[in-house]
């Protein structure tokens, strides 16, 4: 989704804005540009072009620009090709813009307020700006009012008006901008990751709220005009945190960095052996209170969430729905004031689970959220948030913001458990014993990345590809058949393995790859069987199997070992393998790993 960024302050704008938008490129996107005032002309100048960012970077090497104010963007297109003219910043008259965003309304506007001759591009963006230079009379904010309150849609503009030097305006709907003031100037984005090389002090523009930006000053106001203090967050990451400190990819750090993640996501919430959320001021009658759960996700977020409704079951025995955000609302869900809504979100600015987690609580839902980026639009929109301590994650491919947010959701199921008795002290100590060995067991299966290379050798020329396994095996392919399409695209489909001779097994030829994962003991004899099938019909078998598991008939398979833990702990381990896999298959195919093709790291559009 489209990068943005903009700094009005004592320090030669180019660079600030180039290198932000360097650190923006994970989140997806095809052009790029800069507006800048010139210091010398005090003219707004544009420099865009279709393409990466580097490739702004030379077109900007080759022009003269001398400036402390300036506003940049990566474009990720939704209206219009990806060409030059499309690119943002857009200027109109005397208003520049960059816009986030999807302004649903921009064809009536452009006849209702015949802007059509001022345009140049095929963008709903650049009706913004036409529409802002359209009610621009000198009064910038007066212009601004008059605008949001005649958009529809979803936006967040960041705005240059030619006779306004060294300031930048912003107002936000849905789509977001976070901001900050430090002795350099001020300075907002789209995500906090392009902040940190200020300060890690930040405040979220609220909606529908006018953001005027000073070298020394900032104030944002309510479109009554009254002025409104900004509600500072800090976001505890290292400046450098995201940075690839070396890595090759940003997606090899994350998946190494793991285990620290994980430590640090639960050790605050295990107070005397026992799982506590007072830090995270979310009550225990938050789960004593509910009826049925319903997590809301998309993507790697909702995988986590098939792990959560196996644990719920299984352990609480209790009902649990897991439903694709992007579906929930058009699927009648039953929802009412006795339902846990649990959003899952790495952005925490995904649209379908924002507008989903909206629903549900318009219909009488209790909303609780897990989620990584702090201060972000679902985490406001929630009654409760369980942030997860993954850090930036910066690869569009999400690797240890699943794995926390597993850690969080087994916090969840041990607290539950020992409020509704099921679970005794002694037994919820052992669980909470149990997930403290996470770490250790994912650092052992990190320590088999040559072998996991060694096996993805064995994929790396494959069209199509199956994963299969059953139960708690089947959810944690879900998420390894996801990581291996979205970076090597190769098309991979995770099935339940019993359902294979329903049809599927159809397109098992000689060679074919299958990725089987066998760590659940009380299904191994079906899922050896299952295995023993494909193999029948030619299948070329990868497995990755429990080492307690493992005994001379899966022998034949050349299982890659597992570390051992209690059966409904070895989703994160088996994880980690699956994540490598797909790491190395990328890498070998000499893709961009952190960044592949079609794919943002926000989702901002429905
Ligand atoms: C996962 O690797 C993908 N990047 C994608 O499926 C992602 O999980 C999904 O878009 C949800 O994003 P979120 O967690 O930020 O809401």
Not at 206 to 230: A, F, Q, W
């Amino acid at each position: 989704m489209c990068g943005i960024i903009g700094f009005t302050g004592k320090r030669d704008v180019k660079e600030i804005l180039l290198h932000a938008l360097e650190t923006l490129e994970y989140r997806g996107y095809d052009s790029a540009g800069i507006a800048v005032k010139q210091q010398k002309s005090g003219k707004t100048e544009i420099f865009k072009c279709a393409g990466r960012v580097r490739e702004l970077r030379a077109l900007c090497d080759r022009s003269e620009i001398s400036s402390e104010c300036g506003i940049g963007h990566t474009r990720w297109a939704t209206h219009g090709g990806v060409v030059n003219r499309n690119a943002h910043p857009h200027q109109v008259g005397k208003v520049t813009v960059v816009h986030n965003g999807i302004i649903e309304n921009y064809k009536e506007l452009i006849a209702y307020y015949k802007l059509e001759s001022g345009l140049d591009s095929e963008t709903d963006s650049e009706v913004a700006a036409a529409l802002l230079n359209h009610f621009y009379e000198g009064d910038p904010v007066a212009a601004i009012r008059k605008a949001v309150t005649t958009l529809r849609g979803t936006f967040a503009l960041v705005i240059l008006f030619d006779d306004q030097p060294d300031t930048i305006y912003s107002v936000r709907n849905v789509s977001p901008i976070v901001a900050t003031i430090s002795e350099e100037g001020a300075i907002l984005a789209s995500d906090v990751t392009a902040l940190c090389q200020f300060t890690n002090r930040y405040f979220v523009v609220p909606e529908y709220h006018i953001l005027t930006m000073k070298p020394d000053s900032i104030r944002l106001e309510n479109l009554k005009g009254e002025c409104v203090e900004p509600e500072y967050l800090t976001v505890d990451w290292e400046l450098n945190s995201s940075e690839k400190n070396g890595y090759p990819f940003y997606m090899e750090k994350e998946i190494m960095e793991q285990p620290d993640a994980i430590l640090k996501t639960i050790d605050k919430r295990i107070v005397d052996g026992m799982p506590d959320f007072a830090s995270d001021g979310v009550p225990d009658d938050l789960f004593t209170g509910c009826e049925r759960i319903c997590i809301v996700a998309c993507g790697t977020a909702m995988h986590a969430g098939l792990i959560l409704q196996s644990l719920v079951k299984r352990v609480l025995n209790m009902h649990i729905d897991v439903e694709l955000a992007s579906e929930f609302m058009y699927s009648d869900p039953v929802i009412d004031e006795k339902t846990l809504v649990i959003a899952v979100s790495q952005s925490g600015e995904t649209i379908d689970t924002l507008e989903a987690l909206k629903y549900a609580r318009r219909h009488g839902a209790k909303g609780l959220a897990i989620i990584n980026v702090k201060g972000s639009s679902i985490a406001r929109e929630s009654d409760y948030v369980l942030y997860t301590e993954a850090g930036p994650e910066i690869a569009v491919a999400s690797t240890k913001a699943y794995t926390t947010q597993l850690a969080v959701m087994y916090l969840i199921v041990a607290r539950m458990a020992y409020l509704k008795g099921i679970y005794s002290r002694e037994q919820t100590g052992a669980f909470i014993a149990e997930l403290r060995r996470v770490p250790e067991a994912m650092r052992e299966v990190l320590a088999k990345r040559d072998e996991i290379h060694r096996i993805a050798g064995r994929v790396i020329e494959a069209k199509d590809l199956f994963m299969i396994g059953r139960g708690l095996d089947y959810s944690i392919l879900m998420e390894g058949s996801l990581k291996l399409k979205e970076v090597s695209y190769i098309h991979s489909e995770a099935y339940a393995s019993g359902e294979l001779k329903h049809g599927p097994i159809a397109l098992i030829t000689q060679d074919t790859p299958v990725v089987a994962v066998v760590t659940q003991k009380k299904i191994r004899q079906k899922e050896i069987s299952n295995i023993r099938e494909v193999r029948s019909r030619g299948a070329s078998v990868i497995l990755f199997e429990k080492a307690e598991l493992a005994d001379e008939v899966s022998a034949e398979f050349a299982p890659c070992m597992l570390p051992d833990m209690q059966d409904e702990f070895m989703v994160m381990p088996a994880s980690v393998a699956l994540q490598l896999l797909a790491y190395y298959v990328s890498c070998d195919k000499g893709f961009d790993v952190d960044k592949p093709r079609n794919l943002a790291k926000v989702v901002t559009v429905e």
